[in-house]
């Protein structure tokens, strides 16, 4: 929580600096609205994530059960250390750097100079340096990732969208899946076999290319209804 805090003041003292402005340009004041966005990222990325992590163990022909040693407790304890990581992310790479660098470059320029940033730093946190096949993945991957949570901030002008979907995501891939974890959490995956080189570019492409388009449907709406109104 004490990052969390020097990040939100750094944040309002660039904020100042650069644009006169305060926290409140980053959206990050609760409303009805941002409330709305916070759900739906959170349930678009969830069955997004979801559905394609539950083909890879289908196809795979994985057995999958549920971990009778994850309690509530052990739930609520990864929940909040990831939202934690989330917004610890979002503020670095969705927050002010990012509103700044809307007003001086623009939205197109600053959310893919945001979604770069987003995909090297994901080097050194997956631990990818070194292996250049691994990095041109994650940087990618992430890289995607970023660019979607960039524009949902860039065009909602909140971060709780960008937020919900990236809590979503990774919400279904560590506690749920147990992706990249040290122990199981929530399911217990176990045996199965490789999925091909095809899956394998199946489930590549399907992570990069389907979340887009809902996020694309509901920020399309949303600019839609702040117009009308």
Not at 2 to 10: D, P, Y
Not at 57 to 64: D, G, T
Request: hydrophobic letters at 55%; proline letters at 2%.
């Amino acid at each position: 929580m004490a990052g969390l805090f020097v990040e939100l003041l750094l944040s309002w003292i660039l904020l100042w600096f650069f644009d006169k402005s305060h926290l409140n340009a980053l959206g990050i004041l609760p409303s009805s609205q941002r409330f709305f966005d916070l759900i739906f990222g959170l349930i678009c990325s969830f069955l997004v994530a979801g559905f394609g992590l539950y083909m890879v163990v289908y196809i795979s022909k994985s057995s999958m059960g549920i971990n009778p040693n994850f309690t509530s407790s052990h739930f609520f304890d990864r929940l909040l250390w990831m939202f934690n990581s989330v917004v610890y992310e979002e503020l670095i790479f969705r927050g002010a750097l990012l509103y700044i660098a809307i007003s001086k470059l623009g939205i197109y320029k600053a959310c893919l100079i945001s979604s770069v940033a987003f995909g090297i730093y994901h080097w050194f946190t997956f631990g990818a340096w070194g292996n250049i096949l691994q990095m041109a993945y994650v940087f990618i991957l992430t890289g995607f990732a970023g660019a979607i949570f960039a524009f949902s901030f860039a065009y909602s002008r909140s971060m709780w969208l960008a937020i919900g979907l990236h809590l979503g995501w990774n919400v279904v891939s560590n506690i749920v899946f147990s992706q990249g974890q040290s122990e199981d959490q929530l399911l217990i995956i176990r045996g199965g076999q490789k999925i091909g080189n095809m899956w394998s570019w199946v489930y590549f492409l399907y992570q990069i290319a389907i979340l887009p388009i809902p996020v694309f449907y509901y920020l399309k709406q949303s600019i839609k209804k702040r117009h009308d109104d």
